[in-house]
């Protein structure tokens, strides 16, 4: 069981040790977090913007109850929105 919080000094992520919370992308933070959830592995890498896309849609289907939904909720938008180029006006 991996979980990110602020006051822990260490992380463990896919095997590795993380020394510091800063070393962690947004992006291995929502991975590391989405071990929690009930979703096919295929649709655990959030490098893709489908899968995140594909998230958004479908993480509460089975996952709704789960105590860090609301927050990977929010951390997924946020990937989706650095990924969407600014618009010029």
């Known amino acids: 069981m991996y979980l990110v919080h602020p006051r822990n000094a260490l992380v463990k992520e896919k095997g590795k040790r993380i020394l510091n919370m800063i ?5 291995q933070h929502v991975e ?20 995140v896309q594909w998230l958004l849609r479908n ?5 709704k109850e789960n105590p860090h939904f609301a ?19």
């Open 59 to 63: 993480l509460a289907v089975r996952n």
């Open 23 to 27: 070393d962690l992308t947004l992006e």
């Open 71 to 89: 927050h990977i909720t929010h951390c997924l938008q946020a990937i989706l929105k650095k990924e969407q180029p600014h618009e010029q006006q």
């Open 32 to 51: 590391i977090l989405l071990e929690k959830f009930d979703i096919p592995n295929t649709r655990r890498n959030v490098e893709k913007k489908t899968n």
